[in-house]
């Protein structure tokens, strides 16, 4: 059911995006260097560019983990309040 205030309720799995972006970063490092090698500058700055951006977000990722369990609450924590009333 939904309530609205999802944007203000919802969780972000920390730890898969953590793994997802430790594996994204591994296969951008190895694309940009693979293709530089090859003499693809193109292709090997795109892999650049996507390098930093799972840098970033990785940073990101990390920086919401050690904020801890008040800006994550953990499952003991109610989602939300259905509504009163439908509408």
């Known amino acids: 059911m939904r309530t609205g205030s999802e944007p203000s309720t919802a969780r972000s799995a ?8 430790v594996w994204g970063l591994v296969w951008a490092i190895a ?3 693979a293709f ?3 003499g693809r500058p193109g292709w090997a700055i795109a892999c650049g560019v996507l390098w930093l951006i799972v840098t970033v977000d990785l940073a990101m990722v990390l920086r919401h983990i050690r904020q801890g369990p008040h800006y994550q609450p953990g499952p ?3 989602p939300y309040r259905p ?5």
């Open 14 to 21: 920390l730890r898969a995006r953590l793994w997802l972006s």
């Open 31 to 33: 694309g940009t260097a």
């Open 36 to 38: 530089a090698l090859a």
């Open 76 to 78: 003991d924590i109610p």
């Open 83 to 87: 509504p009163e009333h439908r509408l």
